[in-house]
């Protein structure tokens, strides 16, 4: 169902000192932070070692968002993005296979598209992507 790996979510306590340490290394700043009210999260998307681009994400000060509990435990690599054509059915496929669907399809600021999250049996967490831009609510 997926057509491709869109990113690597990658959860820091900070967006300025994390994307700062990651420009140091290396990478280039695809899209510059840009708070998601709808998530309650700022994101941030680079392109580093590889060609799948690593999307920072880190808490709004302030906000009560949905990584706390990812911070607690020492942030860092968090989801797999993939690409699909239907966010709510690829979210349907896997809940079917046992998963749990912990953000129903809702708009993404920082890409214009619709995203959904889904933690699966193993634990792994999977956000799917819509492959066309849909309009800002």
């Known amino acids: ?3 491709g790996l869109h990113h690597i979510g ?9 994307l700062r340490r990651f420009v ?12 998601d009210p709808i998530q309650r999260v700022t ?10 681009p690593i999307e920072l994400v880190a808490p709004i000060p302030g906000v009560d968002g949905p990584i706390a509990a990812r911070l607690q435990r020492g942030g860092g690599l968090d989801h797999l993005c993939f690409t699909v054509d239907d966010v ?3 979210l349907r496929a896997d ?27 193993s634990g792994m967490v999977v956000e799917y992507i819509s492959a066309e831009e849909v309009p800002r609510p």
């Open 43 to 52: 994101v941030a998307l680079l392109a580093a070692d590889a060609d799948v």
């Open 88 to 90: 709510a059915t690829a």
């Open 95 to 121: 809940a079917d296979a046992g998963g749990l669907v912990v953000c129903e399809p809702v708009f993404a600021v920082a890409f214009t598209r619709t995203v959904g999250f889904v933690q699966r049996r």
């Open 1 to 3: 169902m997926a057509t």
């Open 24 to 35: 140091d290394e290396g990478a280039t700043v695809l899209v510059e932070p840009i708070e």
């Open 10 to 18: 990658y959860v820091v306590p900070r967006m300025s000192a994390a």
